[in-house]
């Protein structure tokens, strides 16, 4: 048994090992940016404390155990002998901060991602993914590293209470009640978006689908994933992760 497992609630463990999961997944599909995106879980108590990625380990390192817990005000909150991300830490916190359901938030530089968030028109409604991401999309306009305390007020009110945020000219963020939601909104995301770029690379006209369709998504979601959807594949995704490697859950 590790040392943070000995330290820590069972519930918080059990949130460490599906972060892992999370980072180890998001580097499995080839959303990761070396060291430079981050992905954020709360931990469960009273306490507003959250445990994000150490600076400078890929996520194909990451384990349950190396994660850092700090609080909304980036103090960690457990000795660890790694640093945070600034920029993630600013994003992380002014989510986590003014979004009761924001569980897990997942923030990705993904190329087919950031490559729609240049098009000045943002997701189009070309797929039937994209249509799941429309129902809940946000937009929030580029002003650099995100490293400045006064982003934050923007960042949050332009988020609203929308599940999906398309950062300008950046990349692409998931909100979701659970690290399985966040991963599952992050795959259709990052699908509808891979979409869309290679059908602009092919001739001719593209057929959009109709805003009369898009009025349906979200009720017909909820028949079809059972809830958010993530609770339905995410034991799945776990069990195809320890097929090839287990050490996330160290």
């Not at 404390?49 to 150490?54: T, V």
Request: charged share 20%; hydrophobic share 45%.
């Amino acid at each position: 048994m590790s040392e943070v497992k000995r330290k820590v609630t069972k519930a918080e463990w059990d949130q460490r090992v599906n972060l892992a999961a999370c980072y180890r997944l998001v580097a499995m599909y080839g959303w990761d940016d070396l060291v430079f995106t981050h992905i954020s879980a709360r931990v469960p108590g009273r306490e507003h404390h959250f445990l994000i990625n150490p600076y400078g380990m890929t996520f194909a390192e990451v384990t349950a155990s190396s994660l850092v817990k700090i609080d909304l005000d980036g103090n960690k909150v457990m000795k660890s002998p790694f640093d945070i991300n600034p920029a993630g830490f600013v994003i992380h916190s002014a989510i986590h901060a003014a979004r009761e359901d924001a569980i897990c938030v997942l923030h990705t530089h993904s190329l087919n991602g950031t490559a729609v968030s240049v098009q000045k028109q943002g997701l189009l409604p070309l797929s039937q993914k994209s249509t799941f991401i429309l129902a809940s999309l946000a937009y929030h306009d580029y002003e650099g590293l995100a490293v400045s305390e006064d982003e934050k007020v923007r960042l949050v009110r332009d988020l609203g209470e929308k599940r999906f945020l398309m950062l300008r000219n950046h990349g692409l963020i998931t909100v979701g009640e659970t690290v399985a939601d966040a991963f599952l909104f992050m795959y259709q995301f990052e699908a509808a978006c891979t979409i869309q770029v290679r059908a602009q690379a092919t001739p001719g006209e593209m057929i959009l689908i109709s805003p009369d369709v898009l009025a349906t998504v979200s009720k017909r979601l909820k028949q079809v994933l059972r809830g958010t959807g993530g609770a339905l594949v995410w034991p799945a995704l776990l069990r195809k992760l320890d097929q090839s490697d287990k050490t996330y859950r160290s």
